[in-house]
């Protein structure tokens, strides 16, 4: 036993704290443990709560989950989308279809769009669908592996796709809270997932510098093979978001939809053949700066340079009567600035020229 009597550290803490023993924090009892923030009140509290259950209600009316892939179904499709990430690695595809994240590659087909980082001004109603032609088509395999199995499903009418998003996560991988752009689809939002099981939260809130996401307002579990087709208030009121921690194996999803018939989209770049070529534009004048005309005075770096203080001193040399000059300037170039101004002074023929280059002399 040690000196002090005690062997472990932690009865010693309690010794010292006797009054702490019982302590139990109180939590009421519908908020089965949870903290309470924010809320001033058990009632307040309660609302909030009541709140929520609401909100999670009127998500989950806008939420159909159906079973139609089977697992032999789902490894072929799971091989269709292996080939799509070769072929990427390769570089079989056009510019725009692929978009690679750190843990998270997307892939677009038959129309994509601009969002995120990717905008020119940031927010919602600002994506733009890409110019024709400017990703790849469907593959062929999506219209008869997973497009035709949804439509005799009736999931889905038949050609209500043409837009085919292929998401590709790697464990920890996420994508940060968002509502499909309005103005850029139709409703409802089809996806299929593969690979393994997952989930889908909404009414999420990201931070980042370290990545936190706050509680859901509806977590939705997500199976692997599982068709989740989202409409109403889940597609259009609130957020959706996959959270890092629910991807916890490698996981892909197809996401089926509609663009609008008025989509904005982005300005051709390029003109088509029968358009006339546009005038050049008058290439704009590039500013330089202006020089001086004076010629360089190759003796000029071995003069002291010349004081705002000497000029002042010489032009009151110049000025000013013998008698009345100030003696003992401080500056070393004042004695030959005055001196030279004062020979200059008894010269009347060069009295202005005088001042002149005394004034202009400066480096």
């Known amino acids: 036993m040690a000196a002090s009597g005690y062997t472990d550290l932690r009865e010693k803490l309690k010794s010292m704290t006797p009054h702490r023993d019982d302590y139990k924090p109180k939590v009421s009892d519908n908020s089965n443990g949870r903290k309470r923030k924010y809320h001033d009140s058990e ?25 139609i892939f089977s697992s032999v179904d789902c490894a072929h499709i799971e091989a269709k989308i292996d080939d799509i990430v070769s072929k990427a690695e390769k570089g079989l595809y056009r510019e725009h279809t692929v978009d690679r994240a750190p843990l998270r590659n997307k892939y677009f087909f038959g129309e994509g769009y601009t969002y995120g980082a990717q905008l020119e001004k940031r927010g919602p109603g600002q994506e733009r669908l890409y110019s024709k032609g400017e990703v790849d088509d469907i593959p062929d395999w999506v219209h008869e592996l997973v497009i035709k199995k949804l439509v005799e499903s009736r999931v889905i009418p038949e050609g209500f796709v043409n837009s085919a998003v292929i998401n590709d996560y790697q464990p920890g991988g996420c994508i940060v809270s968002h509502v499909d752009p309005i103005h850029i689809f139709e409703r409802p939002i089809v996806s299929v997932s593969f690979f393994s099981d997952s989930a889908l939260c909404f009414g999420c809130k990201f931070q980042f510098k370290p ?10 579990p997500v199976r692997r093979g599982s068709v989740t087709v989202l409409s109403g208030y889940a597609a259009d009121e609130i957020t959706h978001c996959i959270r890092p921690q629910d991807i916890k194996e490698r ?3 197809i996401i089926l939809r509609k663009t609008r018939s008025d989509a904005p989209r982005l300005e051709t770049k390029a003109l088509s053949a029968t358009d006339p070529p546009a005038a050049t534009p008058e290439r704009p004048r590039i500013l330089k700066p202006k020089r001086s005309h004076r010629k360089a005075d190759p003796d000029a770096a071995h003069r002291p340079r010349v004081l705002e203080m000497d000029k002042e001193e010489n032009r009151r040399a110049v000025i000013l009567p013998e008698n009345r000059r100030k003696r003992g300037s401080s500056s070393e170039n004042y004695w030959r600035r005055s001196h030279e101004a ?9 009295n202005a020229n005088s001042a002149r280059k005394v004034k202009m002399r400066r480096h």
């Open 211 to 220: 990545i936190r996401v706050s509680e859901p307002v509806l977590f939705l």
């Open 43 to 67: 009632e307040d509290y309660s609302d909030y709560e009541e709140q929520r259950e609401v909100e999670a209600q009127k998500v989950q009316d806008g939420i159909k989950q159906v079973n």
């Open 342 to 350: 004062s020979d200059s002074y008894d010269d009347t023929d060069d």
């Open 251 to 253: 996981r892909a999803v």
